[in-house]
């Protein structure tokens, strides 16, 4: 079954840095713009970023916007999500997708990140 | 920012029923192509969201056909024909037309 694997999260402090990834056994990722999406347990869903197929292009939400950095290699067929200076309301799980024309056809399981002293 | 406002945000159905969810953008979510970027997403307890329409009113690859959308102007509206056990969970609605993507609030369908 093809399907996404977010991996990375944990505890950290606040001010504290996590990158997470998001790999994709079975499934050529640079062919796709690449997403992430976020979700307070509990809560609704929130776009985060976005990557296009070679890595040079990004959007980021205004929340995250000088402290996370989207990023991918396609070498390894990975999708990254550096979070820096990271703090108590980052606290989510964090989902990758993969974008086929605006539409969010493949999910990964999620991966939680919690931020707390 | 586009915001998107579902209604409504709590929805008790009896199975075999039918159900509606509507959605509205603040502004037309038509792209120059012609395509409407509107998806809708159902959220099961437990699990991660997965596709149920995009572009407004195609159903995704393996979602049953008593699921169908629609679209006027900025409304969007998500059918489910006949409500079955296995369809509960939080609907969401998500514009694609521009960064950044936004969702609707949540839709929590529960069996009555």
């Known amino acids: 079954e093809v399907q996404l694997v977010e991996s990375g999260g944990g505890l950290v402090q606040p001010g504290e840095s996590l990158r997470l990834s998001c790999t994709a056994p079975g499934i050529t990722l640079s062919n796709y713009w690449m997403h992430w999406v976020r979700q307070v347990p509990g809560k609704g869903l929130v776009w985060v970023s976005r990557?296009?197929?070679?890595?040079?292009?990004?959007n980021h939400a205004d929340s995250v916007r000088g402290r996370f950095t989207i990023s991918r290699d396609n070498a390894k067929n990975t999708l990254y999500l550096q979070m820096n200076s990271l703090r108590a309301e980052d606290t989510a799980v964090y989902y990758c997708?993969?974008?086929?024309?605006?539409?969010?056809?493949?999910w990964g399981q999620g991966t939680l990140v919690t931020v707390s002293s | 920012d586009i915001v998107m406002t579902q209604s409504p945000l709590s929805l008790p159905v009896t199975p075999g029923e039918p159900a509606s969810i509507s959605c509205r953008s603040s502004?037309?979510?038509?792209?120059?192509?012609?395509?409407?970027?509107l998806d809708w997403y159902l959220q099961k307890p437990g699990q991660s969201p997965h596709l149920l329409i995009y572009?407004?009113?195609n159903r995704a690859s393996g979602v049953p056909d008593r699921f169908s959308g629609s679209e006027s102007g900025t409304d969007f509206t998500l059918k489910i024909s006949r409500v079955e056990a296995e369809d509960v969970g939080v609907y969401y609605c998500?514009?694609?037309?521009?960064?950044?993507?936004?969702f609707g609030q949540g839709t929590k369908l529960e069996i009555k």
């Open positions: 502004q037309r979510l038509l792209h120059s192509n012609g395509q409407t970027f």
């Open positions: 572009l407004g009113s």
């Open positions: 997708t993969r974008d086929i024309g605006g539409k969010f056809g493949l």
């Open positions: 990557i296009n197929e070679d890595g040079r292009t990004t």
């Open positions: 998500m514009q694609a037309l521009q960064t950044p993507y936004t």
